[in-house]
């Protein structure tokens, strides 16, 4: 996921549009009703604008579904919205993995001193060259189990 918004249908046909407004139309209102039971669970009362924004979302799925090409726009932006999310989610989350996990197990490794890989550099011998192990019979192949 190099560059994000090569993937995105920048001409989508009416199928596609259709496709993108039963999402919406089915999307939101369920994603309001879980926001709305889990704003219910913490005050005891239904909010108001989770109905809004099922409402909402079942509107303009419904207008997406019916006339595609008033759709094209909210598509776009949509698509485009989302590739930007994703590529600042993904880069945050390679960060925090290298950062909080494999920076400090090199930091650990370093201060045990640990080698896995040898590269440290011996004066007394004479080549770093290893051994390889014999491949063995080409008949164990026919015989993997």
Known sequence: MINPFREINWQPGARELRTFGKVIAIGFPI???????????????????TLWLGGIGLAAGL??????????????VWMALGCCIGLVVSNVVLAAIYFLIVTPTGLALRMLGRDPLRRRFERG???????????????????QH
């Open 63 to 76: 207008v997406c579904m019916l006339v595609p090409r008033a759709a094209r726009l909210l598509y776009l």
């Open 31 to 49: 994603i309001a009703v879980m926001l709305g039971a889990s704003a219910r669970f913490r005050t005891h009362a239904w909010p108001v604008w």
């Open 125 to 143: 011998r004479a080549s770093y060259w290893d051994d390889a192990e014999k491949a063995g019979d080409a008949e164990r192949y026919f015989r």
